[in-house]
């Protein structure tokens, strides 16, 4: 493994967090997260000095750390979603299920969490 990466700033010496790049065709600067490998043009810096970032004069900063930046829908983070609905509608079913032995509704054909899907009385 390499060396832990250090903050670029002249004095700080802090573990890096986060990698400045500059893209000096759209005067931007991206801060995004700790790149695998030093790049020309990039500086690595510690969770301070991400924070305190400010754009040279004319410069647009653009983060995409965590947290900084809109959260934009992926398929992940949907699936993620999904997965902590999961989560969350697991406490329920366990608690209908440790409820003292009483006996499920003969109606009840499925649970979606708080929904229930019941069979028709006509049938
Ligand atoms: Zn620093």
Redesign the pocket.
């Known amino acids: 493994m390499s060396p832990v990466r250090r903050?670029?700033?002249t004095a700080?010496?802090?573990p890096?967090v986060a990698t400045l790049t500059y893209v000096y065709a759209d005067s931007t600067a991206v801060l995004g997260p700790l790149a695998t490998y030093a790049e020309p043009h990039c500086y690595d810096?510690?969770a301070?000095?991400s924070e305190r970032l400010t754009a040279p004069r004319g410069w647009e900063v653009v983060r995409l750390l965590d947290g900084s930046a809109p959260a934009r829908p992926s398929g992940d983070d949907l699936e993620a979603l999904a997965n902590a609905v999961r989560e969350a509608a697991r406490p329920q079913q366990r608690a209908a299920e440790a409820g003292g032995g009483r006996t499920a509704d003969p109606m009840e054909v499925a649970r979606r969490g708080h929904l229930r899907v019941l069979r028709s009385p006509d049938n």
């Open positions: 903050c670029s700033r700080c010496g802090r890096a810096l510690c301070e000095h």
